[in-house]
Nanobody, 126 residues
Framework: QVQLVESGGGLVQAGGSLRLSCAASGRTFSNNAMGWFRQAPGKEREFVAVVNLIGGSTVYADSVKGRFTISRDNAKNTVYLQMNSLKLEATAVYYC???????????????????WGPGTQVTVSS
């Protein structure tokens, strides 16, 4: 498995921006698609975005399309989530995840991932 650690969360006003980072170590980072999920209080963990092995393809949840951007830097073993025009409903713990080898693209479901970070809290205030 790959070890993942998220950073960059915090408190931001509605309409603002944050950039999350996820540093990976362990197995070869570029062998896996990478995704971001989020879990709001009292809700299930939901898919946010996924990027393929080399960063050439991305898929987003409809709720974040046009406002969030996922990217990766394989030289730095890091995946990013740029979040713009944040809404109150974006308040959640955000998790980075590495897709299992052989999983089908695009990996939108939790079961497609076999490594998870501990998460980073994002709070959007009015």
């Amino acid at each position: 498995q790959v070890q993942l650690v998220e950073s960059g969360g915090g408190l931001v006003q509605a309409g603002g921006s944050l950039r999350l980072s996820c540093a990976a170590s362990g197995r070869t980072f570029s062998n896996n698609a990478m995704g971001w999920f989020r879990q709001a209080p009292g809700k299930e963990r939901e898919f946010v975005a996924v990027v393929n092995l080399i960063g050439g393809s991305t898929v987003y949840a409809d709720s974040v399309k046009g406002r969030f951007t996922i990217s990766r830097d394989n030289a730095k073993n890091t995946v990013y989530l740029q979040m713009n025009s944040l809404k109150l409903e974006a308040t959640a713990v955000y998790y980075c995840a590495a897709a299992a080898r052989g999983s089908w693209w695009p990996q939108r479901i939790r079961a497609a991932y076999d490594s998870w970070g501990p998460g980073t809290q994002v709070t959007v205030s009015s």
